[in-house]
């Protein structure tokens, strides 16, 4: 079966410059890491930054995921 895993898809919207990077979201919204951490027992950045991508793309939709966004 031929997919794609969210680490894959998160890579590809980074390189395409439509999502910033899992540093920067680390940097940006640490709050959303912790509680990941908390809650899930593992980040899954790649999986935030993989749907966001998905719907900035195919949906149009205005969120705080592109690079323009991220903190230094």
Not at 30 to 43: D, I, Q, S
Not at 50 to 59: M, N, R, W
Request: hydrophobic share 40%; glycine share 12%.
């Amino acid at each position: 079966m031929g997919y794609y895993d969210d680490v894959a898809i998160a890579n590809f919207y980074i390189k395409s410059g439509v999502v910033m990077s899992v540093e920067q979201f680390k940097r940006t919204y640490p709050e959303a890491v912790e509680r990941r951490l908390k809650e899930w027992r593992g980040n899954s950045i790649e999986g935030s930054l993989a749907h966001g991508g998905i719907e900035i793309t195919c949906l149009g939709a205005v969120n705080g995921l592109p690079p323009k966004f991220a903190k230094p």
